[in-house]
């Protein structure tokens, strides 16, 4: 019991500490001339959809959750967003080259199609991003419209 006890204390020592190692949560100031919804023009619909589903780890524009502010979930998090924006941000759109945008384009009507985007995680603790069949269907007839007619 003794040792349950001193496990149970250092857990919550370890829990502790790990609170001052905070993630870093400022937002890169947003380019419209390289920002996707605006160099695109995309309807409001598309944007409503793109925000609430996608934004968070494909943009720059990231609103952070609640559970964003406890270690070691934060952690968690931040490493999403990283790898999210590495993939793809929508926030530097113009920056890419043609190959990239079709690329990601194709991918990103694939991951819809297949329901592996948004990360299911996230949908959990997200009811906008639980996107219905119409709404997919909504994000893949753009962007298929935008690869069929080459205006990445
Ligand atoms: C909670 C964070 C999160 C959200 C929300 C999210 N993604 Fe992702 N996305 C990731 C991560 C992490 C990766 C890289 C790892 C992977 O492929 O699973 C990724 C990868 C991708 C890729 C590249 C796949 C590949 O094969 O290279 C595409 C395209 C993509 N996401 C599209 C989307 C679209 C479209 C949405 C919205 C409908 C979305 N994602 C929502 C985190 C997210």
Redesign the pocket.
């Known amino acids: 019991m003794k040792t349950f006890k001193k496990v149970v204390f250092w857990i919550f020592v370890s829990f502790a500490i790990i609170q001052f190692i905070p993630i870093d949560k400022t937002n890169k100031p947003i380019d419209k001339s390289v920002n996707f919804i605006d160099v695109k023009k995309s309807p409001s619909k598309v944007v409503t959809l ?1 925000k609430n ?2 934004y ?3 943009s720059n524009e990231t609103v952070y959750p609640e559970y964003a502010y406890i270690a070691p979930f934060s952690w968690s998090v931040k490493d ?2 990283n ?2 924006r ?3 941000n929508f926030s530097v759109w113009n920056s890419y080259n043609k190959d990239l945008k079709e690329s ?1 384009l194709s ?2 009507v ?3 199609k297949d329901k ?4 299911p ?2 949908i959990v603790y997200h009811d906008d ?1 639980n ?1 219905s069949e119409a709404e997919r269907t909504v ?1 893949v007839k753009y962007f298929e419209e935008i690869l069929k007619t080459k205006s990445y």
């Open positions: 793109l589903a996608c968070d780890c494909h999403h967003i790898e999210g590495e993939h793809l990601m991918k990103a694939q991951t819809l592996s985007m948004p990360l995680a996230y991003a996107l994000l």
